[in-house]
């Protein structure tokens, strides 16, 4: 589907920025690419949490942002380096896009 900054419905340069300087960030830490998929479970858990945190204890919604970063960061990265751990799928997928 073609993207267009001017159409509200596709996501905003911004948000794609911060996602992509987060998915540089965890490939500058952690090279290797293992684990992506409890990385990506670890990030759910933490956006959850930040989430509750927003809504009874009154949390900052930075956090809730900084979380769901990290969460399309690390979907972003087994898209395009694939989960080691499954046999088959450590190749890049995302060249397949
Ligand atoms: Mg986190």
Redesign the pocket.
């Known amino acids: 589907m073609p993207y267009k900054e001017s159409d509200n419905r596709a996501p905003r340069d911004a948000t794609m920025r911060a996602i992509a300087e987060e998915v540089e960030i965890a490939r500058l830490k952690f090279p290797t690419g293992k684990h992506l998929l409890a990385a990506l479970g670890?990030?759910f858990g933490?956006?959850c949490r930040a989430l509750l945190e927003f809504h009874y204890e009154g949390g900052p919604r930075e956090n809730v942002i900084?979380?769901a970063v990290?969460?399309a960061a690390m979907a972003i990265r087994i898209i395009e380096e694939g989960v080691m751990e499954y046999p088959g799928n450590e190749a890049q997928c995302g060249n397949e896009l």
């Open positions: 670890e990030e933490e956006v900084a979380e990290q969460v």
